[in-house]
């Protein structure tokens, strides 16, 4: 008759090391401790992550297979700082190998026809053009209650705290568009909106008549957003039916 050493006998790794068991397991200054290095700790901490994961799914029925998680620290700290490890060595390899071309320096005495900003920073210049919708007020004998500048940095202000309130209103636990479709048509509309902002910023750049680039600014989030959750609205039902299924098995409804 034997007995049974399963609890007893170390874990490894196919080969490459020895994983302690759970009662075994060193602490976070035995670990720093230890003279293998950071790519040595960084496995370890991978390693029991992968076996918590596959003993809690063991254990775990059905249904919380999908909310099971870890702690923040370490499990997910350590993999972020190795994942944010290889990006920033990417960059700074290819920042040394590839270095960008370095133009002539820019003349202070001329000034360019055209002034932009980068890119990325587009949508918010583009609502700094929205000076056809400063009101002109009858009371104050047809002119604008502030100036057409002052407007578009309040305009930048309004669309900014928009969507920092965003989080705080929508505290759903949803994580695919179709479980909520107002708040992906929301996104959408907030997307198209940026895009067309851009394309209003640079108009002097774009082959189309202004009056139309300004319309379409308004108008195509709009009907992004209304055609969005149109379509999630009816693959909701469908969606949510296989949903329940997969978690909770129920039968076709009749």
Known sequence: ?????????????????????????????????????????????????????????????????????????????????????????????????????????????????????????????????LGPLNPELAILGGQKLMADRTYGVLANLVVVGAIAIVPFINKGSARRPVEQPFWAAVGMFGVVFAFTLSMLSIKNLVPMNVHLLFDLTFLAPVVVGCVTYAVLKTMREGYMYDLNRRYYRLRPPK
């Open 1 to 129: 008759m034997t007995e049974d050493t399963t609890d007893t006998e170390p874990q490894t790794d196919g080969g490459t090391g020895i994983v302690a068991p759970d009662d075994e397991t060193p602490t976070w200054r035995e670990r720093k401790e230890r003279t293998e290095g950071l790519s040595r700790l960084t496995y370890e901490y991978f390693e029991r992550a992968r076996r918590e994961d596959e003993e809690l799914r063991r254990e775990s029925d059905y249904v919380e297979r999908d909310v099971l998680a870890f702690p923040t620290w370490p499990h997910e700290t350590v993999r972020n700082l190795a994942l944010t490890s290889f990006f920033v060595g990417m960059i700074i390899f290819l920042s040394a190998t590839l270095p960008p071309h370095i133009g002539d320096p820019a003349n202070p005495n001329s000034t360019p026809a055209i002034i932009l900003p980068d890119w990325y920073l587009y949508w918010s210049f583009g609502l700094l053009k």
